[in-house]
């Protein structure tokens, strides 16, 4: 069982840069694949970028690359999103979420939300003047 928390989010304004923490519970935490997946208001959610268990491996959509990096730190099971450049199109309720498919993999990241096991309650971003 685990048991992701995310404290972070808020309000930005555009071009500005917020970094969103998501702390998991349980001593497991190097085992799972993580990602940030984000809903906007009428849209599916879809996942933003995705790590590997170890070696931190990572995959991004295409429409914050460059602009978003995914980070995770086993020793602290926290899994960090830090945004910068935001646009108001990245206005939305975030999500993070875990993924055992294959335990401990250092290639395995997944964008696929069926895959994912255990989800944050979400924080909300808001990118607006």
């Known amino acids: 069982q685990v048991q992701l928390v995310e404290p972070g989010g808020g309000l930005v304004q555009p071009g500005g840069s917020l970094r969103l923490p998501c702390a998991a519970s349980g001593r497991t935490f190097s085992g799972y694949a993580m990602g940030w997946s984000r809903q906007a208001p009428g849209k599916e959610r879809g996942f933003v970028p995705t790590?590997?268990?170890?070696?931190?491996?990572?995959d991004y959509a295409d429409s914050v690359k460059g602009r978003f990096t995914i980070s995770r730190d086993n020793a602290k099971n926290t899994v960090y999103l830090q945004m910068n450049s935001l646009k108001p199109e990245d206005t939305a309720v975030y999500y993070c979420?875990?993924?055992?498919?294959?335990?401990?993999?250092?290639?395995?990241?997944?964008?696929?939300?069926?895959?994912?096991?255990?989800w944050g309650q979400g924080t909300q971003v808001t990118v607006s003047s």
């Open positions: 979420a875990a993924d055992r498919t294959l335990a401990s993999s250092r290639y395995y990241y997944s964008r696929n939300g069926a895959t994912y096991t255990y």
């Open positions: 790590i590997t268990a170890v070696g931190g491996n990572t």
